[in-house]
């Protein structure tokens, strides 16, 4: 019999096998086909559902060495898999995203054609992030992340006929292959420093040898990583890949490609380089982390395009994660994992509704869209409780992890003594208010409003596609409310791991090795979570809410919503669409600008960072030059 310990190998393996056959068998036959991918997605997600119990609740590490080639005299020589609670964590993100978007891709896709390629891409795609986030050598993360980044460049240009979507292909090879050559880099001087691939073994050495080489690597590794996270400001191909990339695709773009990213970065800072416990680390992270939650949402409240406005967010809403893991304590990590999680719920449904969007009318152009909650009441539900969740409102889950994360913030403030840290945790709250706004601007431009002539032959999609929605929604709700049991039987367990690594090393190179090379657990205090009383939030929930059906009811006529103007001429040519420079008259304004008089306000902001964002991949990849630079320079000045 089969142990459980064979399962992480079995889930990966058995996906990179659905595959190659989907590619042979299924290219001709639907039947073969559908059986295959969406089988294949639900082996894997069996497999690795069946480990929360040995891994989570027991609390055991199991590894797993290919070709039983383990350790020989203390030196790791084979390729191994270990899953500790950590990695089963998002283990557990990336197996529930694909199998989603299995599902839901079996009628949104049935109108392409070469859905045998389509297939095997995406099984490619799902058992390469699942390999990332269970392999226990950097090495072959390394290769996963190859695998994934193809797998992803050739996704984003699915739809080759679309407008743009060669370009964004083109624009995720680039700076995706930048990315993975900073990994690279990062690995070899980790290799030509400690002689040793597999990550048990690294954090061993390096928690005593730290030299100019491995801070280099360090740096490389964490731009590296942030490519791969869409972190500001390596962020730029992940707006143009989600808008023009399928919905299914965007979804797991967003659910567990940056997630891959996310953990990446955790397992190296916390567990291969002990880093979290660098002031200086801590500041690096929180600076990017907040500057990526600000210029995402900003970006946002400026889109006119359904799935474009939904990538912004998507890369604002890992500002958060990055922000939260980046404080090193556990409340914080603790905050930032929740969060993720919420992410790859609240965000996938997103996508799916957009997609949904798309499928009944053709168009995700703001301008084009309205009144669709007429027609399509029950995908207009499953987006309201996906927006509710991204902007935070009680009981959605989007809530429970932001509060978590306002606290751990400015507990690190009060701890500190640092304002730096307050200043966060006022950003977040603003960014937080702008995701609430830029979602209103989306319900009333799409949902309500007058209905235009592209949209009334519009109807709900089919079943299969609003299953994964429906399973979603009430996710979203039930993290939110249970956040407790949420916490106990995965957040904490996969906290612990993060700073308890000696189970970590000593399961996968032998019994007291942690201890013989000097390496100790970080000590932190457990996480303090405030306690929120349900009915009291879902008071606030109802006041909000009835906000909200206010400014939509009031402004439902978008459209046709008249403003006037002062007496003095505009001139200014950007906003010449909303008043035309005319005097003491009316100018109309369209739901996607819902917003306008803020963006005015803010226009010297909005005519920097939109000028930035130029579309030129030569300039995207001199930003990623220049940040990386730059990181490489900070870990040189302050962690060396």
């Known amino acids: 019999m089969i142990g459980y310990e064979h399962f992480p190998a079995m889930a990966v393996m058995g996906l990179f096998l659905g595959a190659f056959l989907v590619e042979i068998f299924g290219s001709k036959n639907k039947t073969v086909r559908n059986i ?12 690795i559902v069946a480990l929360i119990k040995p891994v989570m609740i027991d609390g055991q590490v199991i590894s797993y060495w290919m070709g039983s080639w383990e350790p020989v005299n203390g030196y790791a020589i084979g390729i191994g898999y270990e899953i500790d609670q950590l990695n089963l964590f998002f283990a557990l993100l990336v197996v529930s995203t694909f199998l989603f978007s299995g599902i839901y891709s079996l009628k949104y896709m049935e109108r392409d054609h070469h859905l045998g390629h389509y297939y095997t891409l995406y099984l490619m795609l799902s058992g390469s992030v699942l390999g990332l986030v269970l392999t226990g050598d950097i090495f072959n993360m390394f290769v996963m992340i190859e695998i994934m980044t193809f797998a992803c460049v050739a996704l984003a240009a699915f739809r080759s006929q679309q407008k743009g979507a060669l370009e964004a292909s083109f624009k995720y090879l680039v700076i995706g292959s930048m990315g993975s050559s900073f990994t690279l880099f990062g690995i070899t001087l980790l290799y030509a420093q400690c002689h040793t691939l597999n990550m048990a073994q690294l954090s061993s050495i390096l928690s005593t040898t730290h030299t100019p080489t491995t801070t280099l690597a360090l740096g490389m590794l964490v731009a590296g990583f942030g490519v791969k996270a869409y972190l500001v400001p390596f962020h730029t191909p992940a707006a143009d890949s989600y808008t023009v990339a399928p919905a299914s695709v965007s979804m797991m773009f967003s659910g567990m490609v940056n997630k891959a990213g996310v953990y990446g970065m955790i397992r190296l800072l916390y567990i291969i380089f002990r880093s979290m416990d660098s002031t200086a680390v801590q500041t690096l992270l929180t600076i990017i982390g907040a500057v990526t939650m600000f210029v995402g949402v900003t970006m946002a409240l400026s889109q006119h395009d359904f799935k474009r406005l939904l990538a912004f967010h998507s890369i604002s809403q890992i500002g958060y994660v990055i922000t ?51 027609r399509m009441p029950k995908t207009t539900i499953c987006f309201l409780v996906g927006a509710f969740s991204i902007a935070g409102l009680p009981p959605f889950n989007g809530f429970a992890s ?53 949209c009334r032959k519009a109807k709900e999609v089919p079943f299969a596609m609003r299953l994964p929605m429906w399973i979603m929604s009430v996710l979203c709700l039930l993290t939110g409310v249970c956040y407790e049991q949420v916490d106990k039987y995965l957040l904490t367990p996969a906290v612990k791991a993060a700073f308890g690594v000696t189970n970590y090393i000593d399961k996968m190179m032998g019994q007291g090795y942690a201890a013989a090379a000097g390496v100790s657990d970080i000590l932190v205090e457990p996480a303090k979570l405030s306690l929120w009383n349900p009915v009291l939030w879902l008071i606030l929930f109802v006041i909000v809410l009835a906000a909200t059906g206010i400014v939509i009811v009031t402004g439902k006529s978008s459209r046709g919503r008249v403003l006037e103007t002062s007496s003095q001429e505009v001139v200014d040519g950007k906003y010449a669409t909303f008043f035309g420079g005319e005097k003491s008259t009316f100018s109309q304004v369209g739901g996607s600008d819902l917003f306008w008089g803020f963006r005015k306000d803010w226009k010297g902001y909005f005519k920097v960072i939109e000028g930035l964002h130029s579309g030129v991949v030569n300039d995207y990849a001199m930003w990623v030059v220049a940040a990386t630079a730059c990181i490489v320079l900070f870990m040189f000045i302050f962690v060396l």
Do not use: R
Request: hydrophobic fraction near 55%; proline fraction near 1%.
């Open 36 to 47: 295959l991918a969406v089988g294949a997605a639900a082996i894997a997600f069996a497999e």
């Open 324 to 374: 939260a893991a980046g404080l090193g304590t556990a409340l914080g990590l603790t905050g930032g994992l929740f969060h993720a999680m919420n992410h790859t719920l609240f965000k996938g449904l997103l996508f799916l509704c957009a997609g949904a969007v798309f499928y009944a009318t053709g168009s995700t152009n703001l301008d084009e869209l309205g009144g669709l909650s007429k």
């Open 402 to 454: 932001k509060w978590m994360i306002y606290q751990a913030t400015y507990e690190k403030a009060v701890t500190t003594g640092h304002i730096g840290y307050a200043l966060v945790t006022v950003v977040a709250l603003v960014v937080s208010v702008m995701t609430l706004a830029s979602f209103i601007k989306v319900t009333q431009a799409v949902f309500f409003g007058q209905t235009p002539l592209t």
